[in-house]
Nanobody, 114 residues
Framework: QVHLVESGGGLVQPGGPLRLSCAAS????????MSWYRQAPGKEREWVAY????????NYADSVKGRFTISRDNAKNTMYLQMNSLKPEDTAVYYC???????WGKGTLVTVSS
């Protein structure tokens, strides 16, 4: 059974960093591309970043390019999202997704506020 669990969310001040993790189980993690999405209060869920199965290729939404870094450790079955220079508009629930067959975690809340 595919299982994705996000962690690392919390309250952070504007300009600060935060690192999210997505622990995967129930499938061969190293063979699947993965993505991060987010959903801000009152808004639709939006794509944030993408990484190929071996981590060689990454892609980012324009809104986070240059501030966020997606990565993965296939030995640990874990994907990460390093978020720097956080802004209040980054406040959202962040989800990890296995692109194939559309599996999602339950999300972790990130709040950027002073």
């Amino acid at each position: 059974q595919v299982h994705l669990v996000e962690s690392g969310g919390g309250l952070v001040q504007p300009g600060g960093p935060l690192r999210l993790s997505c622990a995967a189980s129930g499938f061969t993690f190293s063979t699947y591309a993965m993505s991060w999405y987010r959903q801000a209060p009152g808004k639709e869920r939006e794509w944030v970043a993408y990484i190929t199965s071996n981590g060689a290729i990454t892609n980012y939404a324009d809104s986070v390019k240059g501030r966020f870094t997606i990565s993965r450790d296939n030995a640990k079955n874990t994907m990460y999202l390093q978020m720097n220079s956080l802004k209040p508009e980054d406040t959202a629930v962040y989800y990890c997704r296995r692109n194939v067959m559309d599996y999602w975690g339950k999300g972790t809340l990130v709040t950027v506020s002073s």
